[in-house]
Antibody, heavy 118, light 108 residues
């Protein structure tokens, strides 16, 4: 079954760190760009970061640049989002998604909840 | 940075057509994609490349894009269509993904 499964979400204190994982099954991650998108409680969708699949290139939303790092392990068919310097406004459900064509997202995971609170 | 503007809400009766707009500077020159988001569920792609439907999306869903406005139309709206709908583009000048603020579709 083709799917993405996120994990690693947790309650963390402001200033803390967390690593989110996204594992693909039913297809090879190596063939695709991948992305993370988040939704804060009561808010809309917000793009976080994307990573290419060759000549690895990443980019980040201004709101997370310098604090988040996206990487991939094509052997483990997984994606990792390292988050540091977490703030209350990073509280959200984080989704990983597969990127297609002109940068649209055809496959999404169910999400993992990150809560930043003291 | 590029901005997409969506009306916060749209309400329609069952069986009627719902039209949701997405405004942006010369958005007609970009490829617009649309997602349906229901509470507690992952977003679902319902339209890509302005007007192409993924497999499994009913043909009641259609899309267009011209000038400064992209449009997602759902004809013969059903109760199950009630959700938030987000438009999305790629801002190639900054290697950025941009989402609109979302439109809440209410089926009366």
């Amino acid at each position: 079954q083709v799917q993405l499964v996120e994990s690693g979400g947790d309650l963390v204190k402001p200033g803390g760190s967390l690593r989110l994982s996204c594992t693909a099954s039913g297809f090879s991650l190596s063939g695709y760009y991948m992305t993370w998108i988040r939704q804060a409680p009561g808010k809309g969708l917000e793009w976080v970061s994307f990573i290419t699949n060759v000549n690895i290139y990443t980019n980040y939303a201004d709101s997370v640049k310098g604090r988040f790092t996206l990487s991939r392990d094509n052997v483990r068919n997984s994606l990792y989002l390292e988050m540091s310097g977490l703030r209350a406004d990073d509280t959200a459900v984080y989704y990983c998604a597969r990127v297609m064509g002109a940068n649209y997202f055809d496959l999404w995971g169910l999400g993992t909840l990150v809560t930043v609170s003291s | 940075s590029y901005v997409l503007t969506q009306p916060p809400s749209v309400s329609v009766a069952p069986g009627e057509a719902a039209t949701m707009t997405c405004g942006g500077n010369n958005i007609g020159s970009k490829r617009v994609h649309w997602y349906q988001k229901k509470p507690g569920r992952a977003p679902v792609l319902v339209m890509y490349y302005d007007g192409d439907r993924p497999s499994g999306i009913p043909d009641r869903f259609s899309g267009s894009n011209s000038g400064s406005t992209a449009t997602l139309t759902i004809s013969r709206v059903e109760a199950g269509d009630e959700a938030d709908y987000y438009c999305q583009v790629w801002d190639g000048s900054a290697d950025y993904v941009v989402f609109g603020g979302g439109t809440k579709l209410t089926v009366l």
